[in-house]
């Protein structure tokens, strides 16, 4: 790219990209403001969505019908991110100091800020009442949280920190680090349709069938990283389990099924001896999750805050790792970035 250090072995502007990012993402998105205008790329693929499943999974159709209309749907959605990501890409690399627009682009993508400020948000609510607490968590997780007691409460804020870990850091940078802005695009569109259309449901189970498999592959390998990298991370925590992180997250892995988030959950499971998962309501609509861990089920709010810090050390783990990586490869490793302008 124009404006840029090269130096045998390293990819200096790689490494700026990635830190700027989480910079960013920590520094400048905590503002209100800035989050909303930010958000406004992910906002309008949400309608796109939106118009899609309003439009073509409608009653009158049959289950097969609705299923190849929620392929069309998602064919449709991934083309427009993959030529939105190739041109933006191309774009960048070719442009005079492209990568603070990269960076700012990844910064904006990441959910670091939001989980670690919605982690906290749970854990001062418990604090101040088990009432608020119950409220908080039903806001951010949409679980029917009427009957939780206080460890309930802890528990579910400790799960839903766990399971934002592949879908709001591990999930993005992997995705950037291989196919850069395309990856990337896709990999956010695809699952915010798998969380927008909620296949749980008998109406829309057939035409969220394409989301939730494209879904399913694209964090098959996110999901483990994050499970292996969150035991890793018990090391680091005040009161960690190292040990019984990577055996409830490595007994885990030969159970099935396993929901998206499961290898994370386990993780944060063993690293703080506390039992995650279990029976879920969703809308009334109970969901029978598997247990992960040994420990207790016993937790409050001090939990939450430890869970909180090992989402910390988990994500500085895998930026680390990325820019070990960008010591000797470029990020990303697979990008049509460097093809000159043609006039």
């Known amino acids: ?70 392929i069309s749907s998602m064919i449709i959605l991934v083309v427009i991110a993959l030529i939105a990501g190739l041109v933006i890409d191309w774009f960048l690399g070719n442009a005079p100091y492209g990568w603070v627009l990269d960076a700012i682009l990844l910064g904006a993508t990441i959910q670091f800020r939001a989980h670690m ?31 939780y007691d206080e460890p309930a409460v802890a528990r579910g804020a400790i799960e839903a920190t766990a399971r934002a870990l592949p879908d709001g850091v591990i999930g993005p940078l992997f995705w950037y680090a291989l196919f850069g802005l395309p990856g ?29 498999r494209l879904n399913q592959w694209l964090i098959w390998p996110v999901d483990r990283i994050s499970g292996v990298i969150g035991s890793f991370a018990a090391a680091f925590v005040p009161g960690g389990h190292l040990a019984q992180a990577f055996r409830t ?24 001896n506390v039992k995650l998962g279990g029976p879920v ?47 000797f490869l470029p990020i990303p490793l697979f990008s049509m970035r460097h093809i000159p302008f043609p006039f």
């Open 1 to 70: 790219m124009t404006g840029t250090l090269q130096l045998p072995f390293t990819n200096v502007e790689s490494w700026v990209v990635l830190i700027a990012a989480l910079l960013f993402n920590l520094i400048v998105c905590r503002h209100s403001a800035v989050s909303r205008a930010l958000t406004t790329p992910i906002a309008l693929s949400a309608r796109a969505i939106d118009i899609l499943e309003r439009r073509y999974n409608r009653p009158e159709l049959t289950d097969a019908m609705r299923k190849v209309e929620g």
């Open 117 to 147: 400020d919605q982690s906290r948000n749970l854990g001062d609510a418990l604090e101040r009442s088990i009432e608020e607490g119950r409220a908080v968590l039903a806001l951010f997780t949409a679980r029917d949280t009427t009957d």
């Open 184 to 212: 990337l695009f896709i990999f956010k569109i695809v699952n915010l349709s798998f969380h927008m259309i909620d296949e749980q449901t008998d109406f829309a189970a057939c035409f969220g069938w394409a989301p939730t």
């Open 249 to 272: 997250t490595f007994t885990m892995r030969k159970l099935s099924p396993l929901t998206q988030g499961s290898w994370p959950a386990a993780a944060f499971a063993g690293a703080l």
């Open 281 to 327: 309501s969703y809308h009334r609509r109970v969901v029978d999750a598997r247990w992960f861990g040994d420990g207790s089920q016993m937790a409050d709010s001090t939990y939450i805050r430890k869970a909180r810090l090992l989402f910390a050390v988990s994500s500085t783990i895998f930026l680390l790792c990325l820019l070990g990586i960008a010591f």
